[in-house]
């Protein structure tokens, strides 16, 4: 699995009593890279694990030749992806399995909770039953199982989310359409593209910040940018393999050289139904300035700028 994901990802596996193996990305699509997952490949590994980040799509194509090669199951963390395509279909109909959430920072929210996508009946059966504490009929338990029910205050506002789900998507496109022309040409920033736009939800809109050539680093317009109230986030810095337990595990943090690369550069900007366009273009405007005026702003931030990043 990649290590530039939200911890869930690896806690998920960690949680099943797996050990989380941490693979680079590729620095195009930010998405696990197939043929670091190959190197590291042994006779103890379970499962291949991708993550469609931003709902980016992953290299889908070579990751299912390489499980089919192994014999591997391969699974997706869509949490991102929901209203996202590639070839043609879904990206959450990728995989044995891809997991999608519905946490309150996604595209479609019902509270708190999730699903399991998949085509394989049995697994569907076998999931179903783990939810609702091995149940196969009234009175008839056949296995272990817990409550992973949703409520019906979830799933009502699960709904009413769904409903919603295209006129989310469409403001989402709306903005980043609007970041993308507005930043466009200013030196040493650039806007994570997707290709095209309308095969994505636009949920997540990051930055890649070039210090030499924006001259600020990506923690001193993130420290500006939030001093002025503008919830731009550090996804997904340190990466898992930075973070416990996982860091302090023998050997250290595996060397991830486009992973820890992007962990210092990218920056995502605020977006959603509650940000209007006008507010897109005030984010931009701020950008803009503190760019054009890096090499006073960078003086008065001085002693006073201690950066987490650069340990
Ligand atoms: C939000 C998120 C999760 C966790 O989803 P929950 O619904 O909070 O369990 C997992 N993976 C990624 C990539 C996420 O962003």
Redesign the pocket.
């Known amino acids: 699995m990649p290590a530039l ?2 911890p ?2 690896a806690h ?1 596996a960690e949680w099943e009593g797996l050990t989380p193996v941490f693979a680079d990305v590729e620095p195009g699509s930010y998405c696990v890279d197939p043929e670091a997952v190959a190197k590291l490949l042994t006779p103890d590994t379970a499962a291949i694990l991708g ?1 469609h ?1 931003w709902g980016r799509a992953c290299d889908v194509p070579a990751l299912e030749q390489l499980a089919e090669r192994t014999g591997l199951v391969l699974l997706f ?1 869509a ?2 992806a929901l209203g996202c395509a590639a070839g043609g279909r879904p990206l959450a109909a990728y995989g044995r399995a891809a ?1 999608l ?3 309150a ?2 595209v479609c929210n019902s509270f ?3 699903a399991i996508v998949t085509d394989d009946a049995d697994l569907a059966d076998r999931a179903a039953l783990l939810r609702n504490f091995g149940f196969q009929g009234e009175d008839l338990v056949v296995s272990v199982g817990t409550n992973g029910k949703m409520s019906e205050a979830a799933a009502a506002m699960g709904l009413a989310s769904l409903e919603a789900l295209p006129s989310f998507i469409e403001h989402n496109r709306a903005n980043y359409h609007r970041y993308r022309e507005e930043l466009a040409g200013l030196d040493g920033v650039s806007i994570m593209p997707f290709d095209p736009p309308e095969s994505s939800n636009c949920h997540h809109v990051a930055i890649e910040v070039a210090e030499d050539e924006a001259g600020l680093s990506r923690d001193q317009l993130h420290q500006v940018l939030v001093a002025e109230n503008v919830l731009v986030r550090r996804y997904f810095y340190p990466g898992c393999h930075r973070m416990e337990p996982y860091r302090s595990r023998a050997g250290g943090p595996p060397s991830l050289p486009v992973t820890d690369g992007l962990l210092g550069r990218v920056l995502s900007l605020p977006t959603g139904t509650a940000v209007s366009p006008e507010s897109v273009g005030a984010v931009c405007a701020l950008i803009e300035f503190v760019v054009s005026n890096s090499d006073e702003i960078v003086n008065r931030l001085g002693a006073s700028f201690t950066s987490v990043a650069r340990t």
């Open positions: 994901t939200f869930a990802t998920a993550v980040l963390d949490a991102h997991t959430s519905f946490h920072t996604k708190e909770g999730g």
